[in-house]
Nanobody, 126 residues
């Protein structure tokens, strides 16, 4: 079992920044891939970013490339998502998730992730 707890969401003006954190517990953090997804009102859950077990590989949704940065600190059991140049369309609940198997082609597939946090709200005003 893995427990995930997100924090760092909030209300920010367009062009602003936020840093989301997700602390994991329950299994050795460095043994699983981590991802961030988001869900806007009335829409499905959308892949945002993922990072490999070691942190050496990262993957992004095209619309956030160059604005968002995913990173992890395996010593602190924490994955981060730095959100810069935020836009109103980034408004959503952001979830972190853990993928135990970490098959390469699955990093953007929500169903591949085994454990999920409760989510943190990000609201970007125009």
């Amino acid at each position: 079992q893995v427990q995930l707890v997100e924090s760092g969401g909030g209300l920010v003006q367009a062009g602003g920044s936020l840093r989301l954190s997700c602390v994991a517990s329950g299994r050795t953090f460095s043994t699983y891939r981590m991802g961030w997804f988001r869900q806007a009102p009335g829409k499905g859950r959308e892949f945002v970013a993922a990072i490999s077990k070691s942190g050496g590989s990262t993957y992004y949704l095209d619309s956030v490339k160059g604005r968002f940065t995913i990173s992890r600190d395996n010593a602190k059991n924490t994955v981060y998502l730095q959100l810069n140049s935020l836009k109103p369309e980034d408004t959503a609940v952001y979830y972190c998730a853990a993928d135990m198997a970490a098959y390469y082609s699955d990093y953007a597939r929500a169903s591949a992730y085994d454990y999920w946090g409760q989510g943190t709200q990000v609201t970007v005003s125009s």
